[in-house]
């Protein structure tokens, strides 16, 4: 899947280890010689910071080869890392749309204009789709890998272009303009008396001047639609091109597989097909005598100063890591079963779990021989 694709989507739901997955991935990647740009959303500070990121700004940012070299890492190719900033892609692309100077100030500095580019549901999801379009075909990389937000829905970005622009394109927002528009400010006398009646309420609450903020945001706003529309409906086309692989991330706990499994069948639905799965901090069936005799003597044989209790609570942490373990892969029945009977099965990798973060190089790259072992 590295060698094929151009783009890579890193899915699952929040604190499975999409982001560790997706950084793991871009390591792989770059181990093979690619030149990989890795958007991310919330990397941990500390992994980050032993990438050398010490800024957490949109810029591009490209590992320095020592950091690699220092861990004893063959990395031909190479890894740039972007944070995405859900405000400062919606602000270029404002500045993008927008016809003229003051009319892109304008809604630049509209309170709501802050508001929606911030907190509107799916604007962060729409926000990352937009930026994938904006890089994926920049001949700088040779792949683009995705760490998608932690949506409570993992799969929210699929329709978050066009729920967007109907949310904002809607007969409610297109009645207010009108109301707005046709005097040339903000007249109640022109709307039904109802909606008079609850608009004036409306602004004894919030303030005279809020509606018509709402009504000249909307009107400017609606003045770059026709464009905004057509490019949400190429990012979302772009989605669904070759060269484009969606990665499931879960961990072996049911609610995640259940997501997963939805996920999929989503991707289904609108005639894609997850090209991975990712298994996440799996617990492993120990191959060694871990009686309390045993853990009694290896205490004396390596001379560890433990106290007496200490066999009996190992043993006991040990038994109940066998039982996760064995949880583990009733769990994962459910997945493997809903593979697909036909064609060629999806591939699947295992991460155990480490136990410690993965924050740092040397941790990366066990995860990335993990998912993505190197050949020969
Ligand atoms: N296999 C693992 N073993 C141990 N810790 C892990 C493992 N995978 C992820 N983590 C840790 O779990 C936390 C959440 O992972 P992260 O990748 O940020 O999740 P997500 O992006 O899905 O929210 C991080 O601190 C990460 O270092
Ligand atoms: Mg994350």
């Known amino acids: 899947m590295l060698n094929d694709s151009h783009v890579v989507l890193c899915v699952g739901c929040g604190g499975v280890g999409k982001t ?15 030149r990989v740009l890795c958007l991310t959303i919330d990397p941990a500070k500390r992994l980050a910071q032993s990438l050398g990121l010490e800024s957490f700004d949109t810029e591009a940012q490209t590992i320095a080869p020592e950091i690699f070299a220092k861990a004893g890492l063959d990395v031909p190719g190479s890894l740039t890392v972007m944070m995405l900033d859900t405000k400062a892609t919606f602000d270029d692309l404002v500045r993008s749309l927008a016809t003229d100077d003051t009319q892109r100030q304008r809604i630049l500095d509209n309170v709501l204009y802050r508001y ?42 699929l329709d978050a272009p066009e729920r967007l622009v109907s949310a904002i394109d809607s007969p409610a927002v297109r009645w207010f303009i009108k109301a707005f528009s046709d005097s040339g400010k903000f ?40 464009s905004w529309r057509e490019r949400a409906e190429m990012v979302a086309s772009a989605l669904r091109e070759d060269g484009v692989s969606y990665v499931l991330v879960t961990t072996p706990e049911p609610m995640s597989i259940r997501e997963v499994l939805f996920f999929s069948e989503r991707l289904r639905d609108q005639n894609m ?7 996440n901090r799996l617990h492993r069936v120990h191959d060694v005598d871990a009686s309390e005799e045993a853990i009694a003597d290896a205490m004396v044989k390596h001379q560890l100063l433990l106290g007496d209790k200490a066999p009996r609570r190992v043993a006991e942490a040990a038994r109940q890591e066998a039982r996760l373990a064995s949880l583990n892969r009733l769990n994962l029945y459910a997945l493997e079963e809903a593979f697909p009977e036909e064609g060629t099965p999806p591939a699947v990798a295992y991460i155990p779990d480490y136990y410690r973060d993965i924050h740092d190089v040397t941790r990366l790259a066990w995860v990335a021989a993990q998912i993505a072992p190197q050949q020969g």
């Open 187 to 226: 007249s109640l006398n022109l709307l039904q008396r109802g909606a008079a009646t609850i608009l004036k309420g409306v602004s004894k609450i919030t303030g005279g001047g809020f509606l018509e903020q709402v009504a000249t945001f909307l009107t400017e706003f609606n003045a770059l639609f026709g």
């Open 20 to 34: 560790t997955t997706c950084a793991a991935l871009g390591l792989a990647a770059a181990m093979r010689g690619k």
């Open 273 to 279: 097909a997850p090209d991975a799965y990712v298994v």
């Open 116 to 157: 929606i580019s911030t907190t509107l549901a799916g604007t962060q999801e729409y926000m990352a789709m937009e930026k994938l379009y904006a890089v994926k075909d920049d001949d700088r990389y040779d792949i683009v890998l995705l760490d998608t937000p932690p949506t409570s829905h993992a799969l929210d970005f």
